[in-house]
C-alpha cells in the first residue's frame, strides 16, 4: 500500500508542483485547502480533497489521519500582516498535530535568506520560527531553503509596459519541479534526512538580465523600464501596493547580501537541480502552451 502525505498550501505557486511529483513517485497526495473549487481548478479529481484551515483543528486531524508524512508550504503577505500566523504558527499547529497523529515526517519550504542575521524582515523570522518549531516537534524532516524560483518571473507585472528595479546581483534561481523533485526524494530516503537543504539552481544570474531574458522569450512586445532602486521604492509609496512596497523593501536587502548558503549537501543526497533558465523560459513561450 502507498504511503500518504498531506500536502498543506497545494494550490500555491510550488505546492502545485509538489503534488504532482509525489504522485509521480507512487506516493498518495491529500490536498489541503481552503476552498474545494480552486483545487478542484487546479487538480481536478485526481486527488482526494480535504477543505479546511490551518487554525483548524478538526479540519487538520481528518486530513493528518493515517498519513506517512505531510508538507508544508504556505505564504503570509504584507498587507495582511500573515507572515507569522501562516508561515509560524501554521507550520507550529501543523506539526504538532501530525506528532498526535503518529505521521512520521513533515517537509517544509523556507527561503535561503532565513536566517538569524536577517530576522529583521518579517517573513524571514516567521520561516526561521517555522523551521525551529518543525525541528522542536520530534517529527523527522527535511527543509528546503531555496533561492529564488525562476515562476516568480510570472508575477512581473502585467500589461505591455513593466518596470523594474535593477538589481545587478547573480542568484542561482531554481525551478519549481527540480525543488519538487528533491522533495519527493527526501521522503523516500530510508531515514529522515532531519536537515536544512539550501538549494541552488544550476547556475547564477543577474537578476536583470534574467528579466530581460524572460521578457524576450516569454512576453516579446513587452517594454521594460529599468529603475533605481530607490525610484522603485518611490513609485510603490505612491501608488499604494503594500506587498509591492515590502517586496522593494526585501530586494534591498538582497542586494546588499547577496546569496547566503552552500547548497553541497542537498546537491549530494537528493540530487543537483538542472533546469537551467534558458530552459524554464523555451517551455513558457505562448507557443509551447
Not at 506516493?27 to 487546479?42: L, N, P, Q
Request: charged share 25%; net charge positive.
Amino acid at each position: 500500500m502507498s504511503k500518504s502525505i498531506l500536502v498543506v498550501g497545494a494550490t500555491g505557486n510550488y505546492g502545485q508542483f509538489v503534488v504532482r511529483a509525489l504522485s509521480k513517485d507512487g506516493f498518495d497526495v491529500r490536498v489541503f485547502t481552503r476552498k474545494r473549487e480552486k483545487a478542484i481548478k487546479f487538480f481536478g479529481e485526481a486527488f482526494p480533497i480535504f477543505e479546511g484551515d490551518i487554525e483548524n483543528d478538526a479540519s487538520l486531524r481528518a486530513a493528518l489521519d493515517g498519513c506517512y508524512g505531510v508538507h508544508f508550504n504556505m505564504r503570509g503577505w504584507w498587507k495582511h500582516n500573515s507572515h507569522d500566523r501562516l508561515e509560524h504558527r501554521g507550520a507550529a499547529n501543523v506539526a504538532r498535530l501530525a506528532r498526535e497523529a503518529g505521521v512520521e515526517r513533515m517537509t517544509y519550504l523556507s527561503c535561503i535568506h532565513a536566517r538569524e542575521e536577517y530576522t529583521f524582515l518579517p517573513h524571514l523570522k516567521a520561516k526561521l520560527d517555522a523551521e525551529k518549531a518543525i525541528r522542536a516537534s520530534g517529527l523527522g524532516y527535511a527543509v528546503f531553503a531555496c533561492c529564488f524560483f525562476m515562476e516568480g518571473c510570472h508575477h512581473l507585472e502585467k500589461g505591455d509596459v513593466i518596470r523594474v528595479p535593477v538589481l545587478r546581483r547573480p542568484f542561482h534561481y531554481v525551478a519549481a519541479e527540480d525543488y519538487a523533485a528533491m522533495v519527493a526524494k527526501a521522503f523516500q530516503a530510508p531515514e529522515a534526512p532531519n536537515r536544512r537543504f539550501d538549494v541552488y539552481g544550476p547556475e547564477a544570474i543577474d537578476a536583470h538580465e534574467l528579466t530581460e531574458r524572460f521578457i524576450r522569450i516569454v512576453r516579446p512586445g513587452t517594454r521594460i523600464i529599468s529603475l533605481p532602486l530607490w525610484v522603485s521604492i518611490l513609485y510603490h509609496h505612491l501608488i499604494g501596493h503594500k506587498n509591492r512596497q515590502y517586496g522593494t523593501r526585501v530586494v534591498r536587502m538582497y542586494k546588499k547580501y547577496g546569496e547566503p548558503g552552500d547548497p553541497s549537501q542537498a546537491d549530494t543526497s537528493l540530487g543537483r537541480p538542472t533546469t537551467t533558465f534558458q530552459q524554464w523560459c523555451e517551455a513558457q513561450r505562448p507557443s509551447a502552451g
